[in-house]
């Protein structure tokens, strides 16, 4: 089966760090993508990961554990534009399998 | 603008009638992906295409659902005889596998359905 799970909801304050956790059980895996969607938008590309290891963007940072299969996303230096759902999305074959997306508010 | 476009992006439509949506992609990209996403959860795979192929399909697109890209260039998503289960955003993306590293897929704003 598949299987992607990230918490519902996070708030945080502005200037903050918040770490959003994925754990995943599916099938096949070529790769775990995180993706940012504001409400009524569009998902927007933010970072991949196939090897363990940490990825650094910017504010923005993704882990990876195979072996575990556990990521997580990483946000620095909060900002309320940050306000979004935080989307895992694990690469099977050629499709993307996604989790309920995670909520961040970011508070002033 | 040179991204993902759907057409429309709103529809409203009464049950049982049909609908169809439109989906341009990124010129150059050869795969397109359909993707339905109701309120609070991530999106899920539809179907997808290379070219004008469709290589795979999932459960969910019962067959009231089809789609289409009959010239590798633009594809369309039709829903028959639509239920208020249908109500929905559908999102398109696009992406060209060997272009980068990893197989990015670029969505578009989506078309969002109700059913009445």
């Known amino acids: 089966g598949q299987n992607i799970d990230q918490p519902t909801e996070m708030t945080a304050t502005e200037g903050a760090i918040v770490q959003i956790n994925c754990t995943y059980q599916?099938?096949?895996?070529?790769?775990l993508f995180w993706y940012q969607q504001h409400a009524g938008e569009a998902p927007t590309f933010l970072s991949y990961?196939?090897?363990?290891g940490l990825e650094e963007k910017g504010r923005f940072s993704s882990f990876l554990s195979r072996s575990k299969g556990y990521s997580y996303l990483l946000l620095k230096e909060l900002q309320m534009k940050d306000s979004a759902s935080y989307l895992c999305?694990?690469?099977?074959?050629?499709?993307?399998?996604f989790g309920t997306g995670t909520r961040l508010q970011v508070f002033p | 603008d040179t991204g993902v476009s759907q057409d429309p992006r709103h529809k409203i439509t009464k049950r049982g009638q049909n609908v169809t949506f439109r989906c341009d992609p990124i010129?150059?990209?050869?795969?397109l992906y359909w993707y339905r996403q109701t309120l609070g959860q991530g999106p899920e795979f539809l179907t997808y295409?290379?070219?004008?192929?469709?290589?795979?399909k999932s459960r969910l697109l019962s067959d009231r659902f089809s789609a289409e890209r009959p010239k590798g260039s633009f594809s369309t998503l039709e829903i028959q005889r639509t239920e208020q289960g249908d109500s929905a955003m559908y999102l398109c993306?696009?992406?060209?596998?060997?272009?980068?590293?990893?197989?990015?897929?670029?969505f578009g704003p989506g078309t969002r359905l109700t059913v009445l």
């Open positions: 993306a696009s992406s060209s596998p060997g272009q980068g590293p990893y197989n990015e897929q670029f």
């Open positions: 599916t099938s096949g895996f070529n790769g």
């Open positions: 990961n196939v090897l363990d």
């Open positions: 999305a694990v690469s099977n074959t050629d499709k993307l399998i």
């Open positions: 010129s150059e990209h050869n795969r």
């Open positions: 295409f290379q070219n004008e192929a469709q290589l795979e």
